[in-house]
């Protein structure tokens, strides 16, 4: 099996692989999924694959909730994997992990985007659904910060994804249920351990977005993402998570410490040969600041479309503007 997994990999552009027992492998290529009727993996593969590939723990965990997440490495390429069960049978999806980082100006991220990696401290947000590039544009951030700055850098990361060296900043990477419980605890451990810069894989509960808010009013750079859909809706997620008594004290506390909400997705090139990122930007300036105490979001679109000399774009025009310069 790990010989098949390969070869689609090899053979094709693909971002996942789709493995379900007794039925085709299918692929993703360019975001359109492609089926292969000729190859049934079977049970016994399935299995095989899975014992062989992920830790004893790991499989016993699999076993007993049905779902897991992981990271696996075939012959040195790596995947981001989750194992769940279906009506169906076991089932995989392998998400192809890129070897090399790639630079920020490699894959076109906007300047104002970039220019955040110089932030001494405040929240960073990269959101979009899930296969839209979060991961590739924060890894690409960290390494242009690691190449810049003599920092120290923690990752909590489930699962690790792109590996990084250090240049010259020093990196330390940790992954939920490898290396620590939840992100929730590897953000509070971070804060003893003397980080410039936080990465948190996913701000998904109370305790993480609370603990991330505070770490970037205090000092440090905190990037993060969430599967939201434009700035106000990642906002109204983030205070959405505090109880109605905190909701006044959140709303001072995010309309501080946010600096930029980059939301994001992936779009067929106009030769279909590749996909492009298109990129929403919302700044938090004096205006967006004020917008977010008063509990004014929904006016925030706004602001965006009138502050294009500041670098906020909104999505329909990032879009409009990859259309006239004929790339989609």
């Known amino acids: 099996m790990e010989a098949r997994i390969l ?8 971002s996942d692989i789709h493995i379900r027992s007794n039925q085709p492998v299918a692929i993703r290529v360019n975001g ?22 992920l830790e004893s723990d790991q499989v016993e965990l699999f076993n007993s909730t049905g779902d897991l997440d ?22 995989a999806v392998l998400r192809k992990i890129e070897d090399e980082i790639p630079d920020t100006e490699k894959i076109k991220i906007p300047a104002p985007i970039i220019a955040e990696t110089n932030a001494r401290s405040g929240l960073i947000l990269v959101t979009g659904p899930t296969g839209s590039g979060k991961s590739t544009t924060l ?3 960290i390494k242009k910060i690691n190449q810049a700055k003599t920092s120290n850098i923690i990752t909590i990361e489930d699962p690790i994804e792109f590996i990084h060296s250090n240049i010259k900043s020093i990196i330390s990477q940790r ?10 605890k590897g953000l509070k ?13 996913e701000l998904r509960d109370l305790e993480t977005v609370s603990m991330a808010l505070t770490a970037a009013e205090t000092g440090h ?3 993060g993402t969430l599967h939201t859909n434009g700035a106000p809706n990642t906002i ?3 205070l959405d998570v505090f109880p109605p008594a905190q909701q006044s004290q959140a709303r001072s506390q995010l309309s501080q410490s946010l600096r930029i909400v980059v939301t994001q997705q992936l779009i067929p090139t106009r030769d279909k040969k590749g996909r492009i990122a298109a990129y929403e930007i919302m700044k938090c300036n004096s205006a967006v600041q004020n917008l977010i105490r008063e509990g004014k979001i929904f006016q925030i679109p706004s602001i965006m479309q009138t502050a294009a000399a500041e670098g906020m774009v909104t999505m329909e025009k990032s879009i409009e503007n990859l259309r006239a310069e004929g790339k989609i």
């Open 7 to 14: 070869r689609y990999t090899q053979e094709h552009k693909l």
């Open 175 to 184: 992954e939920v249920g490898k290396h620590v419980e939840s992100f929730a």
């Open 189 to 201: 451990s971070a804060l003893r351990e003397d980080p410039d810069v936080v990465l948190v894989g």
């Open 221 to 223: 750079l905190v990037m």
């Open 139 to 141: 890894a690409s951030m």
């Open 236 to 238: 109204n997620r983030i």
């Open 70 to 91: 992981a990271s696996v490495v075939l012959e040195a390429q790596r995947y981001r994997i989750n194992v769940f069960k279906s009506m169906d049978g076991s089932c």
């Open 32 to 53: 359109e999924i492609m089926t292969f009727p000729e190859d049934i993996i079977t049970d016994k593969l399935f299995e095989e694959f899975i014992n062989k590939n």
